[in-house]
């Protein structure tokens, strides 16, 4: 099984350090446990790709991110992974970190363009919506349907907290399966 870590940024050098013993491992979200059982594991970083802004297609997306951006206050990186859509493909399993990441990913495969399965670790998106929804009970109505409709899409959801969970299990009943808690672990061989 080939599984892709996509995150932002930073944790390739944070990867470094857990190598050489330097820093703790719970920043990788199981990266190590998976490299250690065999599986052939990749880290993507975000803040590495280039981006081909001036397709059509880009322009779109770009406009798509920044509505939901600014209504939302939480992004979908839909325009940052767009040119690597056949490289992600690759992989059997795409971890997704964080919610604008997990979002893109589950837009792409709603399109038909990504068949690789997707973990989405939810860190902000229930937050973001329970706040949407004391402020404008219109927009997330609007929200609530559009995310509802992406998270379909990914296999599963990962949520670090049981406020999380419930939430998301309360308000999209669709992923209540596929919604599962694992409390933030913390890396006890490291800190002593």
């Not at 820093?23 to 190590?32: H, I, K, M």
């Not at 939810?122 to 929200?143: C, D, H, P, T, V």
Request: aromatic share 16%; with cysteine.
């Amino acid at each position: 099984m080939k599984i892709l870590y996509l995150f932002k940024g930073g944790r390739k050098k944070r990867l470094e350090s857990v190598i050489s013993s330097e820093a703790p491992t719970e920043f990788l979200y199981g990266f190590p446990y998976f490299k250690e059982k065999g599986y052939l594991t990749d880290i993507i970083e975000q803040n590495e790709l280039t981006q081909n802004t001036n397709t059509f297609q880009y322009k779109i997306l770009e406009k798509q991110r920044n509505f939901i951006s600014k209504s939302l206050n939480i992004g979908m990186d839909t325009p940052f992974l767009f040119n690597i859509i056949d490289q992600l493909n690759s992989y059997d399993v795409i971890m997704a970190i964080p919610d604008s990441v997990g979002l893109a990913l589950s837009y792409y495969k709603k399109k038909g363009w990504l068949s690789s399965r997707i973990v989405f670790f939810e860190m902000g998106l229930a937050s973001r919506m329970y706040q949407l929804k004391n402020k404008s009970i219109l927009k997330y109505s609007f929200f609530k349907y559009y995310i509802n409709h992406l998270l379909k899409y990914c296999d599963r959801m990962v949520v670090l907290g049981m406020g999380e969970q419930n939430f998301l299990s309360h308000e999209f009943p669709n992923i209540k399966n596929r919604n599962f808690l694992i409390p933030f672990g913390v890396d006890i061989n490291f800190w002593r």
